[in-house]
């Protein structure tokens, strides 16, 4: 059979156009599914379908994002391997959520959705090949690094209409205990914590986005839940506002730091779990430092966090033997 059904999505040989177009819809998914770092079309699909619960304006966006950037990787001649397994696809779908979350959803923003897209397979490029000489994966920069220069370059252009979501650039200033967490904030801001790593705040969301990595890994979803939780009790601790502990702001970053360090890059043991729970409780505080240190700049955090702290403790792995690297990854 040219087409087959696998433990990880389809399986489709070469043949004439309609199963390369199979192939590229498997390639897309798989890319949606690498956001939480899960090479997995099934577990893409189920994300596409809770972004889709909350707004269907952002499952376009990140179904768009994610061919756009694909597409250009397979017009470049990017290994297609690389390609099949949707490490040049996930940038480009955070990227379009990212644009049509902060700026205005008009024309101009859709066509700007599309050249981000697409000029982030650039930047996977790039930075693939300045860290493959320490073995480190460039992870969600690409993303961070070209949405945040359509944010800042808001302020040059008269046409690129921000929202009230896109932070006003002002000094940082301190903030309050405010409002009292119950149970009901702990609940949503657990699934909301997951929600977040696409922009979505809803619980539905949050928990199709578990199912999905329950089905690609249950250590991934252990690891989720548990970086969610770590991420919502120091905040909590620390004095964090009650409505952003409920909207999942200090939960997805810790997250994705939870999922790489606890679920993919390392062997799964009692000084990995360790180390990955010392990263995750690391990313909150660097988050909220990372917020205030844009906010002159009226920029978001993004997955800025999520990049830096599991940098360091990839870089810093090298010299701690009791961690033992499950695969290397080229991206």
Not at 168 to 182: D, K
Not at 211 to 225: D, M, N, P, Q, T
Request: glycine share 10%; charged share 10%; hydrophobic share 60%.
């Amino acid at each position: 059979m040219i087409v087959q059904f696998t433990s990880t999505g389809l399986s489709v040989e070469e043949g004439g156009w309609f199963h390369r177009l199979l192939g590229f819809f498997d390639s897309v998914l798989r890319g949606v599914g690498q956001v939480m770092l899960q090479n997995n079309s099934y577990t893409g699909l189920l994300f596409l379908l809770g972004i889709c619960c909350n707004s269907l304006l952002f499952g376009a966006a990140v179904a768009l994002g994610t061919a756009v950037s694909s597409a250009t990787a397979i017009l470049l001649g990017v290994d297609r391997r690389l390609v099949r397994a949707g490490m040049f696809g996930f940038n480009g779908g955070l990227i379009a959520i990212a644009l049509l979350f902060f700026l205005q959803p008009d024309a101009l923003t859709w066509i700007c959705v599309m050249f981000a897209a697409a000029c982030s397979t650039v930047v996977m490029a790039a930075l693939v090949s300045l860290l493959d000489v320490w073995k480190i994966p460039a992870l969600t920069a690409p993303f961070v690094f070209t949405s945040s220069c359509f944010f800042l370059a808001t302020a040059r252009f008269g046409r690129l209409q921000s929202t009230h979501l896109l932070p006003t650039a002002g000094l940082p200033h301190g903030t309050t205990v405010e409002g009292i967490v119950t149970a009901s904030t702990l609940t949503e801001g657990l699934f909301n914590g997951i929600a977040q790593v696409f922009f979505q705040e809803n619980l539905i969301s949050g928990v199709v986005f578990a199912a999905g990595l329950l089905i690609a890994s249950r250590v991934a979803c252990a690891a989720a839940l548990a970086g969610s939780l770590v991420a919502l009790l120091v905040a909590w601790g620390m004095g964090a506002a009650e409505p952003a502990i409920r909207a999942g702001a200090f939960g997805f970053n810790s997250v994705l730091v939870a999922i790489a360090l606890g679920g993919v890059f390392f062997a799964l043991n009692r000084v990995s779990i360790v180390y990955a729970l010392l990263a995750t409780i690391a990313t909150p505080f660097i988050f909220s430092a990372v917020s205030a240190g844009l906010e002159p700049l009226g920029v978001p955090a993004l997955t800025l966090p999520f990049v830096l702290v599991t940098w360091v403790f990839l870089f810093a792995s090298k010299l701690f033997p009791e961690l033992h690297a499950m695969q290397t990854w080229k991206t």
